[in-house]
């Protein structure tokens, strides 16, 4: 399984991006929870948003009113709608995704990411 992450790009503050993450692959899998992650450069990797399968949603409080999560199951994707971008938002995005993939005949918990999306917010 693969998580394609796209969408990112060079905006100014107050502009808007919305980030795209789609997941394929050869076996049997359903997706349960999926989110978006960022690392900013000298920070770790911390949480922006997540969703679970019936579409429930958390935010991270620094980002909450401005970005929107959401996900599309038929199409196995999860997007980010990001509005009011500031510069502090400026980081490499992942999609992340937990999933019950089959396997030798049974279902697996699983988790993958995607390769990142770099976002530059200038001010």
């Known amino acids: 399984v693969q998580l394609q992450a796209s969408g990112g790009g060079l905006v100014q503050a107050g502009d808007s991006l919305r980030l795209s993450c789609v997941a394929s692959?050869?076996?049997?899998?359903?997706?349960?929870?999926m989110a978006w992650f960022r690392e900013a450069p000298g920070r770790e990797r911390e949480s922006v948003a997540n969703?679970?399968?019936?579409?429930?949603?958390n935010y991270d409080p620094s980002v909450n009113g401005r970005f929107t999560i959401s996900r599309d199951n038929a199409k196995k994707a999860v997007y980010l709608q990001m509005n009011a971008l500031k510069p502090e938002d400026t980081a490499v995005y992942y999609c992340?995704?937990?999933?019950?993939?089959?396997?030798?005949?049974?279902?697996?918990?699983?988790?993958?990411w995607g390769q990142g999306t770099l976002v530059t917010v200038s001010s």
């Open positions: 992340m995704a937990d999933l019950n993939e089959k396997m030798y005949g049974r279902y697996f918990q699983t988790q993958y």
């Open positions: 692959g050869t076996r049997d899998f359903n997706i349960q929870d």
């Open positions: 969703i679970d399968y019936a579409g429930r949603t």
